[in-house]
C-alpha cells in the first residue's frame, strides 16, 4: 500500500550567505546616503563595512524581521548581567565571530580589543576579507 523507500537523501543548505546588493549607508544620520535622488550602491570592501555595522547593531530576535535568529549579535546581556569580565569578553568575542563568519566575503576575524569606560565596553578587531582587511568597531 506504501511505496518503498529504499534511500533518504539529505541536503544541508549553507549557513554561509552571499550578500546582494549593498547600498551606502550613514550611520551617524540613520539613513541611507542619496545623491541626485538615487541610493548610493557600494560593493567590495565598503559593501563588507556596512554589512558589519548593521549586523553589529540590530540586536539578535529584536526585530520581527529577524525572527529567525540568524540575524544579529546578542551582546548586551553580557554587559548588563553578573559575568566576570574575562567571560564576557569570550562570549561577546564569540558572538561576533559567529555572525560575521556566516558572510562569504568574510574569511577571519581575529585581534579583538577591549577597552572598559564606565559602565561601557568598547571591543575592537579585525576581519579578512576576500577584498582586504578592514577593522570593526562597537560600543555595548
Keep these: 500500500m506504501f511505496p518503498e523507500v529504499k534511500e533518504f537523501i539529505t541536503t544541508q543548505e549553507n549557513a554561509r550567505t552571499k550578500m546582494g546588493k549593498s547600498f551606502l549607508f550613514d550611520f551617524d544620520s540613520g539613513d541611507f546616503t542619496v ?9 567590495g570592501i565598503e559593501a563588507v563595512k556596512v554589512w558589519i555595522k548593521k549586523i553589529l547593531f540590530t540586536e539578535k530576535n529584536r526585530f520581527k524581521i529577524y525572527e529567525s ?3 544579529g ?23 561576533i565571530k559567529e555572525a560575521l563568519l556566516k558572510n562569504v566575503d568574510i574569511t577571519a576575524v581575529h585581534t579583538f580589543n577591549f577597552k572598559k569606560n564606565g559602565r561601557t565596553l568598547n571591543c575592537s578587531f579585525t576581519a579578512e576579507t576576500i577584498y582586504g582587511t578592514t577593522g570593526g568597531e562597537i560600543t555595548i
Design 35 to 43: 545623491v541626485d535622488g538615487k541610493v548610493v550602491e557600494c560593493e
Design 69 to 71: 535568529g540568524e540575524y
Design 73 to 95: 549579535v546578542s551582546l548586551k546581556d553580557f554587559i548588563s548581567g553578573d559575568y566576570p569580565a574575562v567571560f564576557a569578553e569570550i562570549e561577546i568575542e564569540r558572538e
